[in-house]
C-alpha cells in the first residue's frame, strides 16, 4: 500500500463544515494505517475483524463493535486484520464557533490540558447509540444532515465529559509530546528520502537531539528501531510499484534504496512473508 500524508495537509470535509468522513476495507489503499498525524480528531469504528493501533506509543487491540479516540496531533498508525473500518475526522474548532457555552469544554482539549481516552469498548450503550447516529448521519449525507452530524457530535462529546472519559495531561504526557514533536520531522524527511541513504546520524540531525536520545525515542513511539522502520517503509513504497508499475524486481528495488538486490528480497520476504516475484505472480 502507498501513502503520502505523514502529516495530513488536506483538508478534511470543507472550509464550512470540517468534517468528514471514511469507509476503509481491504480494497481502500489506505487499508493499513501508516504512522501519520494531524490537527483533527478522529474517531474510528470497528465494523468488522480485528485492529491494533498504536497512539503516541500506546498499542491497543481492538475488535468489532469497538471505538477508537484519536485526539489531535498525537502519532498514530494501525494494522488491521481481516478488518472493515469507518473514520470521522474533524476540526473541534469548528465546534467552538457554535457558542460560549461550549467554551469551557471544548478549550480544555485544544488547550492541552485534557485528553479522551483511546479506546471503548461496548461497556457505554448511551455512547455507543450515539456513535451510531454520528456515523450514520455523516456518511449518508441526507438533507440536513450537517446539523444532525454536528448535534451528534455534541452529544458524543457530553458523555465523554459527563461520565469522565478523559485524563489530565501530566508531566509524562507533556514529555511524550514533547518527544514526539521531535520525532515528525523525521517522519517527514523519511517520507520524502527513503530511497537515498538515510544515516542514524542524519535522522538525529533532523530531531536536533543525540542519536541515543533519538533511539530511545522512536522505539518508545513505534516498537522497533529507525532502521527497521526506514526498511519497512521502503517494503511498503516497494509493494505499491510492484503492484502498479510495470518495473522488475531489481528496478523496484534500487528506486526503493535497496542498491543490493539479495537484501532486497530477503528484507522484503522479512516483513510481508513472500518473495518481490512471488507477490507480482500473486496479482497475475
Known amino acids: 500500500m502507498h501513502y503520502y500524508d505523514y502529516n495530513e495537509p488536506r483538508q478534511h470535509g470543507t472550509i464550512n463544515f470540517p468534517i468528514e468522513y471514511y469507509y476503509v476495507d481491504e480494497r481502500h489503499p489506505r487499508y493499513l494505517m501508516p504512522y501519520h498525524w494531524h490537527k483533527e480528531y478522529e474517531i474510528i469504528r470497528i465494523l468488522k475483524g480485528h485492529f491494533t493501533i498504536t497512539i503516541d506509543g500506546e498499542t491497543c487491540s481492538a475488535n468489532a463493535g469497538d471505538l477508537i ?7 498514530h498508525g494501525g494494522i488491521p486484520e481481516n478488518c472493515i473500518y469507518e473514520c470521522i475526522v474533524f476540526d473541534l474548532q469548528f465546534l467552538l464557533m457554535h457558542g460560549a457555552a461550549m467554551t469551557q469544554y ?11 481516552q483511546s479506546h471503548f469498548t461496548r461497556c457505554d450503550k448511551d455512547l455507543f447509540a450515539i456513535a451510531a447516529q454520528l456515523f450514520e448521519a455523516v456518511e449518508k449525507k441526507a438533507p440536513a444532515y450537517e446539523l444532525n452530524t454536528v448535534g451528534a457530535l455534541y452529544l458524543f ?7 469522565n472519559y478523559y485524563t489530565a495531561y501530566t508531566k509524562t504526557t507533556r514529555r511524550n509530546l514533547k518527544e514526539a514533536n521531535h520525532i ?3 517522519l517527514e524527511y523519511i517520507e520524502n528520502h527513503y530511497m537515498e541513504k538515510i544515516s ?15 533511539c530511545r525515542c522512536f522505539k518508545i513511539f513505534f516498537h522497533m528501531t529507525a532502521s527497521d522502520y526506514l526498511n519497512y517503509k521502503r517494503v511498503e513504497q516497494a509493494c505499491y510499484e510492484l503492484t502498479v508499475l510495470d518495473k522488475s524486481v531489481t528496478e523496484v528495488g ?4 535497496f542498491h543490493d538486490t539479495s537484501y532486497f528480497i530477503r528484507i522484503f520476504k522479512k516483513y510481508k512473508g513472500m518473495t518481490p516475484n512471488q507477490l507480482k505472480q500473486s496479482i497475475g
Open 69 to 75: 479516540f484519536i485526539n489531535q496531533g498525537l502519532i
Open 106 to 116: 471544548m478549550t480544555k482539549l485544544t488547550g492541552c490540558s485534557i485528553l479522551i
Open 157 to 163: 462529546l457530553g458523555i465523554i465529559f459527563q461520565k
Open 184 to 186: 515528525k520531522p523525521v
Open 200 to 214: 542514524l546520524e542524519k535522522m538525529s540531525r533532523i530531531a536536533g537531539i543525540s542519536p541515543k536520545y533519538f
Open 254 to 257: 534500487f528506486d526503493c534504496g
